[in-house]
């Protein structure tokens, strides 16, 4: 079973504050992909990244991949109310019995308070 | 470009009915994807589509089918209706359905009574 593990489930912080929140697995991804979800909403996807060791930045916001693509973070600095969401992180395998088939970590909720 | 676009965004059925929901993946894009949402499971993959073939199926009854027209639209059906089938129902597409980014409409809820 290809499994992405997320954490931490809740996160509730005020704004100005910094925050990360991890995905790891045991198995390696050809790629990985960060989403936020409003409720009652679809995921917009953040970024995708793709080679072990990338380190991608969105503004206020820090992606990196680990070496072995194994394991991700997400890096919020100075984190605002607008940051509000649910946090997702969804992994690919390449291959065929992987056809178009994300396995997704069970998200973060993220609430900045003002 | 236009979105992923997901029809009807909200649906109420009762048990034992059946329900179509409705996908149009961005243009050229020939890979759709479907995710069932719920607050116990989290996302997990339906089934994904490629040319009118379904390539790849995750682990649900076969209550839940889908199809793909020329056009690259999608369509998911659920027959016989149970209240644990209530949920956020995502469609995806991407280019080809390999490792590259998926694009997700705004989903349907479902909700059975």
């Known amino acids: 079973t290809q499994l992405l593990e997320q954490s931490p489930q809740f996160l509730s912080i005020q704004e100005g504050e910094n925050l990360t929140v991890y995905c790891n697995s045991s198995s390696v991804f050809s790629s990985l992909q960060w989403y936020r979800q409003e409720p009652g909403e679809g995921p917009v996807l953040l970024v995708t990244?793709?080679?072990?060791?990338e380190v991608k930045k969105l503004k206020r916001l820090t992606f990196q991949f680990g070496d072995a693509r194994k394991d991700s973070s997400l890096h919020i600095t100075a984190a605002q109310p607008g940051d509000t969401g649910l946090y997702l992180c969804?992994?690919?395998?390449?291959?065929?019995?992987?056809?178009?088939?994300?396995?997704f970590g069970q998200g973060t909720i993220l609430t900045v308070h003002p | 470009k236009a979105g992923v676009t997901q029809t009807p965004r909200y649906l109420i059925k009762t048990r034992g009915q059946q329900v179509t929901l409705s996908c149009s993946p961005i243009s050229g894009h020939r890979s759709v994807s479907w995710y069932q949402q719920t607050p116990g499971q989290g996302l997990q993959f339906l089934f994904e589509y490629f040319s009118e073939t379904q390539r790849n199926k995750g682990n649900f009854p076969g209550r839940f089918s889908g199809r793909q027209f020329s056009n690259s639209r999608s369509e998911m059906n659920v027959s016989t209706l149970e209240l644990g089938d209530s949920a956020l129902y995502l469609c995806?597409?991407?280019?080809?359905?390999?490792?590259?980014?998926?694009?997700f409409g705004p989903g349907t809820r479902l909700l059975v009574l």
């Open positions: 990244v793709v080679t072990g060791g």
């Open positions: 995806a597409s991407s280019f080809s359905g390999g490792v590259e980014t998926q694009y």
């Open positions: 969804a992994g690919a395998h390449a291959g065929g019995t992987s056809y178009g088939k994300l396995t």
